[in-house]
């Protein structure tokens, strides 16, 4: 195998934008209505000679309702677009054409609804929503081992998914975080017909995390202390470069120690991730690129409140 070695140009990628919004309060019915235009500006070989200027704009809108059903419980809706030229391909690829107009612009549009609550007076958060994310012209590699700076556009990929978060307190001294995802992601569009409506790599379709903290009571032997326990979960994934195998599910233990004496400002916190030192992977590209997560390993913290 022969290393290739590409001097880059120098590059200078700019942005900048102007945004109207109004916020209009009807009864129970909020309205958010938001209009942004941006303007971007690509240079290659900047400040130097021959410079090469692209210049691209966007006109961006976003739409937020918001409906009070009783003072604890909301529901809403998003609607918002993106934009963003593909600029990175500056620093992927030799220049043969003008900096980002090589490829067409990252284009994508965020649909969501969901309600909020606050529970048992005020001391719980539920939030739930609903979603669709579309994408267009997403970048990626090309995947050929003779060129491997070759990029390619994916035509569309769209993911569905629902979430659910829940934050507060289940007593006054016992504080809970939970949250739970899924997401059916799938490719769409692509310059391989094949791949028309597969699984999209490197998202698991189920996901959740736990975490809990109990802190003992006062006036008892253990009144300075508080304790942990969490939970993480990732469902398996495709790899980026293979759909020969799944990057396997994994589930981790966390615990935690915490003292804080009574009257002081100083908080001492004990962390051991991975608990039962699983061996698990984040992520893959093939069979000879996985990416390890980590083992076992401890942290102690110490925190002064001013």
Do not use: C
């Amino acid at each position: 195998m022969t290393n290739v070695r590409t001097a880059l140009q120098p590059a200078l990628t700019t942005t900048n934008a102007i945004y109207v919004q109004e916020q209009v309060k009807l009864n129970r019915l909020t309205l958010l209505l938001g209009l942004r235009n941006e303007w971007f500006e690509d240079i290659t070989n900047y400040d130097a000679p021959g410079p090469i200027t692209v210049t691209k704009t966007a006109l961006l809108p976003r739409l937020g309702l918001t409906y009070a059903i009783n003072p604890a419980v909301n529901v809403y809706g998003t609607y918002l677009r993106g934009y963003q030229p593909q600029s990175n391909t500056v620093t992927l690829l030799p220049v043969t054409a003008p900096a980002g107009s090589t490829f067409d612009p990252l284009e994508s549009d965020l649909k969501e609804v969901g309600v909020k609550a606050d529970l048992l007076g005020n001391r719980l958060h539920l939030t739930s929503a609903l979603y669709e994310i579309n994408q267009r012209n997403l970048l990626m590699n090309a995947n050929d081992p003779t060129n491997p700076d070759l990029l390619v556009t994916r035509g569309a990929e769209r993911s569905r998914g629902f979430e659910l978060d829940l934050a507060g307190y289940l007593l006054p001294n016992w504080q809970i975080n939970a949250s739970y995802s899924y997401i059916d992601a799938i490719i769409v569009n692509d310059r391989e017909a094949s791949l028309i409506g597969a699984r999209k790599q490197n998202t698991p379709v189920h996901s959740s995390n736990l975490w809990t903290r109990y802190n003992f009571a006062p006036n008892t032997p253990l009144a300075d202390l508080g304790i942990g326990l969490g939970a993480q979960y990732s469902g398996s994934k495709i790899p980026w470069f293979t759909r020969a195998f799944e990057v396997p599910a994994y589930t981790l233990f966390d615990l935690a120690v915490y003292y804080n004496p009574s009257r002081s400002n100083v908080q001492l916190a004990l962390n051991m991730n991975n608990v039962l030192n699983t061996t698990y992977w984040i992520g893959a590209q093939n069979y000879l690129r996985l990416f390890p997560g980590a083992p076992r390993n401890t942290n102690l913290t110490v925190t002064y409140r001013f």
